[in-house]
């Protein structure tokens, strides 16, 4: 129920006396209604959508009383104040809410349905005749309601009375301080949702928006009275003994010295600066279930206090993905003192109870092992000194809280960090402990002395025998030109010495380390150019001049897969990017797909099939490159999985066909698993010590596969990976001298398989059968087919006429 302001709270401002006694009368009114109806209130708002908010953003009320509640004379909008230019909209007649229930009211039906897969109880707009839609309430405000991402209000009426309302982000309009913003995908949750303190402290960040459902469970946050925290809080009260802060969204006041700092820059070249401070030694709450650390993030200013200053902060508090910090609105630092002594180190050990020390210095004791390599982002990842050499992640359910990520003070520049690899060993990890996308992490403060182990043995790549050839798959790791074609940051533009230095990585890997392939699947290309440059500088290595077969993609960064072969060996018939259509919000952009209304491109870079001729004997590969987990790995599931199911609809009624590229997901995922239910892995026959491909925060694990359809597991001689990548320090991505040439061209491992090949049917008169070509999923034309191919294309039906006369022309050539 919303109370006055003034009355809560006697320092909020409100300007206008009429208004004041306006809201006094509404909350006597609504006391008395809300008791006979039952209870409603706003429990979740979604503003700050990935989409376009004027059509995706939604808000949900609840009935939290005990009876049935007639909607017909409820508005619900973002206007304030009657006469306004904002929006209020009214139910339609005869809607009702029960006990309990929660309902959905969203701009459009439509693109509610693709986030969420299923219709909102009601609609602004009119996308979808069969969810009513709302309808203007004139007699408050004309006009359209859209909630500002920066801060906004919602107000919840009945018959112009107001019943709840709340304000977010840079608004104070009904109490103060206001319900923290969020990021683009997240929504705003009252928790429990049927709190109603009339204060910032009934609502909590969502990072995954849950429309149509609320949370019950829980105690009710008391908000802060501003007038007492002149009694500063310890830290540790702050933080509290749960995963979320008690004083979330509230105002708090405290004094602390500043631990150490921390500059991050973004995808999109922003650089924002967070400072850590701990309990002056001896003000502790002496509680070990709390932590006396915590975060304030300044955005983008830098920080003029430096480690060893005592500080009084006031701000928010709030949380960032289970991080507590203060929020860089309103935030007020004051510098008392100068060179304290700082808070002593807490030893930590991986796999513990972490929580309680999260904001606080902490230290590792020992020499720590390496588990995943110094990264771009001045980073690598350890394990305790008695701990794994290695951890795996087979799914996502694995647990990786054995794994420590050990960042730089800047991730702008690694100047001073190591340069370690996986094996290495580090001393003297030292600084405040985060917690940052689902890991804990220390950002490190101590002076490192590092044991450097020795560089493996090189592995042979696997020999085929006469009757045999070999197929990998090789990511290229954004293998870009220097040519500005975006104007985006997001594409790399090397310069022509790191290019150079790049391409001449790859070669050593596909010629040396592969030993040239008759098959090689790649991805993270940026054009056609640049992989008949790579073609021509392992052509002295292998003896021949790889074909390239592309096709350009839709992908945003412009990336692509295509595949390479021996032409001595193969012979590519057809090769086609075969789109697919989703009711999932995509969000991508394909000119070559016309898809049915409601639905997207599936794919930003579509599976290539490249139909083609081994020695004669014929193969479908289908090269593809999955949905990353940028925007997160749960939040990212769903499309990986439609890609999946997409490619066994594609691949239904072949025969000898081949799955490769980089599937962007765990071996034993929900996704590889659709694939499983009709394809073998190949790489399955490795080791599970040797089965990974990707290191990832520490965890190492396979994303890229080799999977063969029935028709060809028997076929299947050996599998390996070579692992010369995924175990190095990126910085060796630029280093030819001869002991490192052979490391980390890319950041994935090479998978690589041996095929034996069946013997040949003896030779048949030469006769021609038309062939009619089979049904495709593709609703585009297929590009013409490659040069030198056969004028007549043939589709690949194991056993049927196609693949006979593929191999009988095949034959005729070779004899002329």
Same mark, same amino acid.
Not at 148 to 160: F, I, K, S, Y
Not at 470 to 499: H, I, M, Q, R, W
Not at 539 to 554: K, L, N, P
Not at 744 to 761: F, G, K, N, S, Y
């Given at each position: 129920?919303?109370? &006055?302001? #003034?009355?809560?709270?006697?320092?909020?401002?409100?300007?206008?006396?009429?208004?004041?006694?306006?809201?006094?009368?509404?909350?006597?009114?609504?006391?008395?209604?809300?008791?006979?109806?039952?209870?409603?209130?706003?429990?979740?708002?979604?503003?700050?959508?990935?989409?376009?908010?004027?059509?995706?953003?939604?808000?949900?009320?609840?009935?939290?009383?005990?009876? &049935?509640?007639?909607?017909?004379?409820?508005?619900?909008?973002?206007?304030?104040?009657?006469?306004?230019?904002?929006?209020?909209?009214?139910?339609?007649?005869?809607?009702?809410?029960?006990?309990?229930?929660?309902?959905?009211?969203?701009?459009?039906?439509?693109?509610?349905?693709?986030?969420?897969?299923?219709?909102?109880?009601?609609?602004?707009?009119?996308?979808?005749?069969?969810?009513?839609?709302?309808?203007?309430?004139?007699?408050?405000?004309?006009?359209?309601? *859209?909630?500002?991402?920066?801060?906004?209000?919602?107000?919840?009426?009945?018959?112009?009375?107001?019943?709840?309302?709340?304000?977010?982000?840079?608004?104070?309009?009904?109490?103060?301080?206001?319900?923290?913003?969020?990021?683009?995908?997240?929504?705003?949750?009252?928790?429990?949702?049927? #709190?109603?303190?009339?204060?910032?402290?009934?609502?909590?960040?969502?990072?995954?928006?849950?429309?149509?459902?609320?949370?019950?469970?829980?105690?009710?946050?008391?908000?802060?009275?501003?007038?007492?925290?002149?009694?500063?809080?310890?830290?540790?009260?702050?933080?509290?003994?749960?995963?979320?802060?008690?004083?979330?969204?509230?105002?708090?006041?405290?004094?602390?010295?500043?631990?150490?700092?921390?500059?991050?820059?973004?995808?999109?070249?922003?650089?924002?600066?967070?400072?850590?401070?701990?309990?002056?030694?001896?003000?502790?709450?002496?509680?070990?279930?709390?932590?006396?650390?915590?975060?304030?993030?300044?955005?983008?200013?830098?920080?003029?206090?430096?480690?060893?200053?005592?500080?009084?902060?006031?701000?928010?508090?709030?949380?960032?993905? *289970? =991080?507590?910090?203060?929020?860089?609105?309103?935030?007020?630092?004051?510098?008392?003192?100068?060179?304290?002594?700082?808070?002593?180190?807490?030893?930590?050990?991986?796999?513990?109870?972490?929580?309680?020390?999260? *904001?606080?210095?902490?230290?590792?004791?020992?020499?720590?092992?390496?588990?995943?390599?110094?990264?771009?982002? #001045?980073?690598?990842?350890?394990?305790?000194?008695?701990?794994?050499?290695?951890?795996?992640?087979?799914?996502?359910?694995?647990?990786?809280?054995?794994?420590?990520?050990?960042?730089?003070?800047?991730?702008?520049?690694?100047?001073?960090?190591?340069? &370690?690899?996986?094996?290495?060993?580090?001393?003297?990890?030292?600084?405040?402990?985060?917690?940052?996308?689902?890991?804990?992490?220390?950002?490190?403060? *101590?002076?490192?002395?590092?044991?450097?182990?020795?560089?493996?043995?090189?592995?042979?790549?696997?020999?085929?025998?006469?009757?045999?050839?070999?197929?990998?798959?090789?990511?290229?790791?954004?293998?870009?030109?220097?040519?500005?074609?975006?104007?985006?940051?997001?594409?790399?533009?090397?310069?022509?010495?790191?290019?150079?230095?790049?391409?001449?990585?790859?070669?050593?890997?596909?010629?040396?380390?592969?030993?040239?392939?008759?098959?090689?699947?790649?991805?993270?290309?940026?054009?056609?150019?640049?992989?008949?440059?790579?073609?021509?500088?392992?052509?002295?290595?292998?003896?021949?001049?790889?074909?390239?077969?592309?096709?350009?993609?839709?992908?945003?960064?412009?990336?692509?897969?295509?595949?390479?072969?021996?032409?001595?060996?193969?012979?590519?018939?057809?090769?086609?990017?075969?789109?697919?259509?989703?009711?999932?919000?995509?969000?991508?952009?394909?000119?070559?797909?016309? #898809?049915?209304?409601?639905?997207?491109?599936?794919?930003?870079?579509?599976?290539?099939?490249?139909?083609?001729?081994?020695?004669?004997?014929?193969?479908?590969?289908?090269?593809?490159?999955?949905?990353?987990?940028?925007?997160?790995?749960?939040?990212?599931?769903?499309?990986?999985?439609?890609?999946?199911?997409?490619?066994?609809?594609?691949?239904?009624?072949?025969?000898?066909?081949?799955?490769?590229?980089?599937?962007?997901?765990?071996?034993?995922?929900?996704?590889?698993?659709?694939?499983?239910?009709?394809?073998?892995?190949?790489?399955?026959?490795?080791?599970?010590?040797?089965?990974?491909? =990707?290191? =990832?925060?520490?965890?190492?694990?396979?994303?890229?596969?080799?999977?063969?359809?029935?028709?060809?597991?028997?076929?299947?001689?050996?599998?390996?990976?070579?692992?010369?990548?995924?175990?190095?320090?990126?910085?060796?991505?630029?280093?030819?001298?001869?002991?490192?040439?052979?490391?980390?061209?890319?950041?994935?491992?090479?998978?690589? &398989?041996?095929?034996?090949?069946?013997?040949?049917?003896?030779?048949?008169?030469?006769?021609?059968?038309?062939?009619?070509?089979?049904?495709?999923?593709?609703?585009?034309?297929?590009?013409?087919?490659?040069?030198?191919?056969?004028?007549?294309?043939?589709?690949?039906?194991?056993?049927?006429?196609?693949?006979?006369?593929?191999?009988?022309?095949?034959?005729?050539?070779?004899?002329?």
């Amino acid at each position: 129920m919303y109370h &006055v302001s #003034c009355v809560v709270n006697p320092k909020s401002k409100i300007k206008n006396p009429k208004l004041a006694l306006v809201l006094l009368l509404s909350w006597l009114l609504v006391g008395w209604q809300t008791s006979a109806n039952g209870r409603l209130l706003i429990t979740e708002v979604f503003y700050d959508t990935p989409g376009a908010d004027e059509e995706t953003e939604w808000v949900e009320i609840a009935n939290v009383g005990e009876v &049935v509640v007639d909607l017909s004379d409820w508005q619900v909008g973002d206007e304030e104040t009657a006469g306004g230019g904002e929006g209020m909209m009214r139910f339609p007649d005869g809607a009702q809410i029960l006990p309990g229930q929660a309902l959905v009211v969203a701009q459009t039906a439509v693109r509610f349905r693709q986030l969420y897969g299923f219709n909102p109880d009601f609609e602004m707009q009119d996308s979808d005749t069969a969810v009513p839609d709302m309808r203007r309430y004139r007699l408050w405000a004309d006009g359209d309601i *859209g909630l500002a991402n920066g801060g906004d209000e919602l107000l919840l009426m009945e018959d112009g009375v107001i019943v709840d309302a709340i304000n977010y982000g840079d608004s104070a309009a009904y109490f103060s301080p206001a319900i923290g913003a969020v990021t683009t995908g997240q929504s705003i949750e009252r928790i429990p949702a049927d #709190c109603d303190t009339d204060s910032a402290a009934d609502w909590r960040p969502q990072r995954v928006p849950t429309p149509a459902q609320i949370t019950l469970t829980g105690e009710c946050a008391a908000p802060i009275n501003p007038a007492l925290l002149e009694d500063l809080l310890p830290i540790g009260q702050i933080q509290g003994a749960g995963d979320v802060s008690p004083f979330v969204n509230q105002i708090v006041s405290f004094r602390g010295v500043v631990i150490g700092a921390y500059a991050d820059r973004n995808a999109a070249g922003i650089t924002f600066y967070t400072l850590f401070v701990q309990d002056i030694p001896g003000f502790e709450d002496g509680d070990p279930a709390t932590s006396d650390g915590i975060g304030l993030f300044l955005g983008r200013e830098r920080p003029s206090a430096q480690p060893g200053d005592q500080a009084r902060v006031t701000g928010q508090v709030t949380e960032f993905f *289970g =991080f507590t910090e203060l929020d860089d609105g309103g935030l007020q630092i004051q510098v008392e003192s100068n060179q304290n002594a700082l808070p002593d180190a807490i030893h930590i050990t991986p796999g513990s109870d972490l929580e309680r020390y999260e *904001g606080m210095r902490v230290r590792l004791d020992g020499a720590a092992q390496v588990v995943g390599p110094a990264f771009s982002g #001045c980073g690598f990842a350890v394990a305790a000194p008695d701990g794994p050499a290695r951890l795996f992640r087979r799914q996502l359910d694995d647990p990786i809280d054995q794994i420590l990520q050990i960042l730089h003070t800047s991730d702008v520049d690694c100047a001073g960090f190591p340069d &370690v690899k996986v094996g290495d060993r580090v001393e003297g990890l030292a600084g405040p402990l985060i917690y940052h996308f689902d890991q804990y992490k220390i950002v490190n403060h *101590g002076s490192l002395a590092v044991t450097t182990a020795s560089l493996p043995p090189l592995s042979a790549p696997p020999a085929p025998t006469a009757g045999q050839f070999t197929v990998a798959t090789f990511n290229l790791e954004n293998y870009f030109d220097s040519v500005d074609d975006t104007g985006t940051d997001a594409e790399p533009k090397p310069t022509a010495v790191e290019l150079a230095t790049k391409q001449s990585k790859l070669a050593y890997a596909l010629g040396v380390t592969l030993s040239c392939p008759a098959l090689v699947a790649v991805q993270e290309v940026e054009n056609a150019p640049l992989l008949t440059a790579l073609a021509e500088e392992t052509a002295a290595m292998c003896g021949f001049t790889y074909q390239v077969t592309h096709r350009e993609s839709a992908d945003g960064r412009g990336i692509d897969v295509a595949l390479l072969s021996d032409p001595e060996r193969v012979a590519v018939q057809t090769a086609v990017l075969r789109q697919g259509c989703t009711v999932l919000d995509t969000g991508i952009e394909d000119e070559t797909m016309d #898809c049915p209304a409601g639905q997207q491109p599936l794919f930003s870079r579509p599976p290539l099939q490249v139909d083609v001729l081994v020695d004669g004997r014929a193969y479908i590969l289908l090269v593809n490159h999955f949905k990353s987990k940028r925007g997160g790995e749960v939040e990212t599931t769903p499309r990986r999985i439609a890609q999946a199911q997409h490619l066994l609809a594609l691949t239904d009624g072949m025969e000898r066909v081949i799955l490769l590229g980089d599937f962007n997901d765990y071996e034993q995922s929900a996704a590889m698993q659709v694939l499983y239910g009709r394809f073998a892995n190949a790489l399955f026959a490795i080791p599970d010590a040797e089965r990974y491909s =990707f290191v =990832f925060g520490g965890a190492s694990q396979l994303i890229d596969g080799i999977l063969l359809s029935p028709a060809l597991a028997d076929e299947l001689v050996s599998a390996a990976i070579l692992h010369v990548n995924a175990d190095f320090p990126d910085a060796w991505g630029m280093d030819l001298s001869p002991e490192r040439r052979p490391y980390r061209a890319t950041d994935h491992d090479l998978p690589v &398989v041996v095929m034996a090949q069946p013997a040949l049917p003896a030779d048949p008169a030469p006769t021609v059968t038309a062939v009619s070509e089979p049904p495709t999923s593709d609703p585009t034309p297929s590009p013409d087919p490659v040069e030198d191919a056969p004028s007549l294309s043939w589709p690949f039906i194991g056993g049927g006429t196609a693949v006979l006369l593929a191999i009988l022309l095949t034959l005729i050539r070779r004899r002329k």
